[in-house]
Nanobody
């Protein structure tokens, strides 16, 4: 069992930066691929970024590529999402999730077994 807790959300202006954290507890977290998803009002859950257990193998949605960076510190059981040049369309609840099985891409919600409760990010224009 893995428990995930996101933090770092808030209200910022367009162009600002935020860093989200995903703190994990439980067994074998460092063996799992971790992803970030987001849900904007009235929309479905959207893939944002993911990182493999080793810290390599990062992959981003086109909408955030070049602005967001995902990283992990396995010593701290924490995954980060650095978000720069934020836009109003980045406004959403952001979730981290851990995948326990192997997939080739890890971009779909069903591929993740454990989810956090989410943290709100609001970007004003």
């Amino acid at each position: 069992q893995v428990q995930l807790a996101e933090s770092g959300g808030g209200l910022v202006q367009a162009g600002d930066s935020l860093r989200l954290s995903c703190a994990a507890s439980g067994r074998n977290f460092n063996d799992y691929t971790v992803g970030w998803f987001r849900r904007a009002p009235g929309k479905g859950r959207e893939f944002v970024a993911r990182i493999r257990w080793s810290g390599g193998g990062t992959y981003y949605a086109d909408s955030v590529k070049g602005r967001f960076t995902i990283s992990r510190d396995n010593d701290k059981n924490t995954v980060y999402l650095q978000m720069n040049s934020l836009k109003p369309e980045d406004t959403a609840v952001y979730y981290c999730a851990a995948a326990t099985r192997y997939y080739s891409d890890y971009v779909l919600p069903y591929q993740y077994a454990y989810w956090g409760q989410g943290t709100q990010v609001t970007v004003s224009s």
